[in-house]
């Protein structure tokens, strides 16, 4: 996650942390934050919403150490879940680096599907890096829950 590199401090991240209120107050994000016994551990997030398309980028990132433990499948359902039950989102996609594989086993475990490859689609540690892209639709979802 190329964007921890700008934080070095603690007020870097109480920078952060207002951002993501005011971004969350203008509707542009949903920001949210995974805790482990009372210790954050994590965020899941809607990174981008698109309300004239009626469609949001889910993000996350977990603390390594809670990684392979279904943190992260749990609290990407409960996002999905209050989206597709609160607000007026049809579409919502992810973009996980390719070679990230246990973070692409994620959107996968959750119904969604495979829509490509993105080559070169992002930079991370000053090289360039194919992203997979994965999406799920809200009649995919109830389908599920049916």
């Known amino acids: 996650m190329p964007w921890t590199d700008s934080i070095t401090c603690e007020d870097d991240i109480s920078r952060v942390l207002q951002e993501n209120i005011r971004f969350n ?11 482990v016994n009372d210790e954050p551990a994590g965020s899941v997030a809607l990174v981008r ?12 990132w977990l603390s390594e150490d809670l ?10 359902k409960r996002l999905i879940h209050y ?22 086993l994620i959107p996968k475990r959750l119904g969604f599907h495979f829509e490509g490859t993105l080559r070169q689609d992002a930079i991370i540690n ?3 890096h194919d992203m997979e892209v994965y999406g799920i639709l809200r009649e995919d979802w109830d389908n599920r829950l049916s």
Not at 49 to 60: S, W
């Open 25 to 35: 107050l203008g509707k542009q994000k949903l920001t949210t934050y995974i805790y």
């Open 49 to 60: 919403i698109d309300k004239e398309h009626r469609k949001a980028e889910i993000g996350y």
């Open 67 to 76: 990684q392979g433990k279904g943190i992260m499948t749990q609290s990407i």
């Open 83 to 104: 989206v597709f039950k609160t607000m007026d989102i049809n579409r919502l996609y992810v973009k996980v680096p390719s070679q990230n594989k246990s973070s692409n």
């Open 126 to 128: 000053d090289e360039f």
